[in-house]
T-cell receptor, first 115, second 112 residues
Framework: GAGVSQSPSNKVTEKGKDVELRCDPISGHTALYWYRQSLGQGLEFLIYFQGNSAPDKSGLPSDRFSAERTGGSVSTLTIQRTQQEDSAVYLC?????????????FGAGTRLSVL | DQQVKQNSPSLSVQEGRISILNCDYTNSMFDYFLWYKKYPAEGPTFLISISSIKDKNEDGRFTVFLNKSAKHLSLHIVPSQPGDSAVYFCAASQPRDDKIIFGKGTRLHILP
């Protein structure tokens, strides 16, 4: 597809389980970003990738969160031992290269519900 | 500690009138500001941006005004149309930083 694709679109899990969220960026985009939007909140930056490396992981809320990107394309965000406060919409965005003056194109997000 | 604040959670405007969405920021290092628009069940889409060296940027019906001394920016939409009903996020970044800091958003309702 032409846009950023995220899967699954919805995920319901039990507290304590691990979840993996996937992001397929726009082809050719070297920068990839993960954000989280909790209820009533703005978009919270989590991590970004330039190619396969993550220069800035400062937004990851805890060590239960990790992300990787392989082949400069697909990225996965993994949340281990999920907690109820992890419930949010997780958004992925990509841009042609790093730098905030490059437009970020967002996927529709994965809505995670932790019961 | 919110660096980008959108103090109005929602706003209702009559179709055809001007919509003004406001945003305040606290970090004087911010040099680039953006507005994103979001429909339900979709990701945000870029709308318009402005560099801190300017005080106005216009694109069709959308104009962003920046008042650096007040650390305030606003998005004007005129005339407002039904398709403008969405959540609008104000965002900002500082030099040599690849992070965009988003506000909580303002939900705009365009009334028929």
């Amino acid at each position: 597809g032409a846009g950023v694709s995220q899967s699954p679109s919805n995920k319901v899990t039990e507290k304590g389980k691990d979840v993996e969220l996937r992001c397929d960026p726009i082809s050719g985009h070297t920068a990839l970003y993960w954000y989280r939007q909790s209820l009533g909140q703005g978009l919270e930056f989590l991590i970004y990738f330039q190619g396969n490396s993550a220069p800035d992981k400062s937004g990851l809320p805890s060590d239960r969160f990790s992300a990787e990107r392989t082949g400069g394309s697909v990225s996965t965000l993994t949340i281990q031992r999920t907690q109820q406060e992890d419930s949010a919409v997780y958004l992925c965005a990509s841009s042609i290269e790093q730098g905030t003056k490059n437009i970020q194109y967002f996927g529709a997000g994965t809505r995670l519900s932790v019961l | 500690d919110q660096q980008v604040k959108q103090n109005s959670p929602s706003l209702s405007v009559q179709e055809g009138r001007i919509s003004i969405l406001n945003c305040d920021y606290t970090n004087s290092m911010f040099d680039y500001f953006l507005w994103y628009k979001k429909y339900p069940a979709e990701g945000p889409t870029f709308l318009i941006s402005i560099s801190s060296i300017k005080d106005k940027n216009e694109d069709g019906r959308f104009t962003v005004f920046l008042n650096k001394s007040a650390k305030h920016l606003s998005l004007h939409i005129v005339p407002s149309q039904p398709g403008d009903s969405a959540v609008y996020f104000c965002a900002a970044s500082q030099p040599r930083d690849d992070k965009i800091i988003f506000g909580k958003g303002t939900r705009l309702h365009i009334l028929p």
